[in-house]
C-alpha cells in the first residue's frame, strides 16, 4: 500500500479528495472527477489532506520556517512563482515526513503559475500549475482555471511518479527533478 499525505493552498484539498476517491473505488458525485488516475496498478491510501493558506498553518501544522512571504492577505500567504515552487518542496515534504507517508503532495499558489511538488524518500518533482494568476487581483476565472489546471497536472506528474515513468515526467515543459 502506497501511502499519500497532501498540504494544499491553491488546489483546496482537491488533489487529496480525487486520490481518495479513487483509491476507494468511489462512483459518481463522490468519486473522481479527473480520469487521470486509471491505470495505477498499485493500492493507495490517503492518510492526510488538508488544505493549508495560511502562513501560520505553513509553521504551527506543518512545523516548518518557510521564506517570508510579498504579502499576507488575512493571514494568507502570497509568494512569487519561485518562491511558490520552494514553498511547495517544503510543503511536500514536511506532510510527508509528519505523516510517515511514502508520497507528499504540496501546492501553493500566489503570483504568477504557482509550484506543485511530488515527493518521495528518493527525489521531489517541482513544476507549476501552467496557468498564470495572481490571486492580489481577485479574478476569480483566472484562478479557478489556474486551480483546475494545478489539480491535473498534479495529478498527472503523481501518476508518473507511481508508474515511475520519467519519460513522461520530462516531458512537461517546466519539471525538474530535486534529489532528496
Given at each position: 500500500m502506497i501511502k499519500v499525505a497532501t498540504a494544499e493552498c491553491f488546489t483546496h484539498g482537491h488533489i487529496a479528495r480525487e486520490i481518495h476517491g479513487f483509491s476507494q473505488g468511489y462512483d459518481g458525485e463522490f468519486g473522481p472527477n479527473y480520469n487521470l488516475l486509471n491505470g495505477i496498478p498499485y493500492d493507495l491510501s490517503v492518510v492526510c489532506g488538508i488544505f493549508a493558506p495560511t502562513l501560520s498553518a505553513l509553521q504551527k501544522v506543518l512545523k516548518v520556517d518557510p521564506p517570508e512571504p510579498l504579502k499576507l492577505i488575512r493571514g494568507i500567504k502570497v509568494y512569487d512563482e519561485e518562491n511558490d515552487k520552494k514553498v511547495a518542496v517544503i510543503m511536500a515534504k514536511a506532510v510527508k515526513d509528519l505523516l510517515g507517508a511514502n508520497i507528499g503532495i504540496g501546492t501553493t499558489a500566489g503570483i504568477g503559475r504557482g509550484g506543485i511538488a511530488v515527493s518521495t524518500d528518493e527525489y521531489t518533482v517541482v513544476a507549476s500549475s501552467g496557468f498564470y494568476a495572481d490571486i492580489t487581483t481577485?479574478?476569480?476565472?483566472?484562478?479557478?482555471?489556474?486551480?483546475?489546471?494545478?489539480?491535473?497536472?498534479?495529478?498527472?506528474?503523481?501518476?508518473?511518479?507511481?508508474?515511475?515513468?520519467?519519460?513522461k515526467l520530462m516531458e512537461y515543459d517546466d519539471v525538474y527533478v530535486l534529489d532528496k
Open positions: 481577485h479574478d476569480s476565472s483566472r484562478l479557478l482555471k489556474r486551480q483546475e489546471c494545478g489539480i491535473k497536472k498534479a495529478l498527472s506528474i503523481f501518476v508518473d511518479v507511481i508508474n515511475d515513468d520519467w519519460d
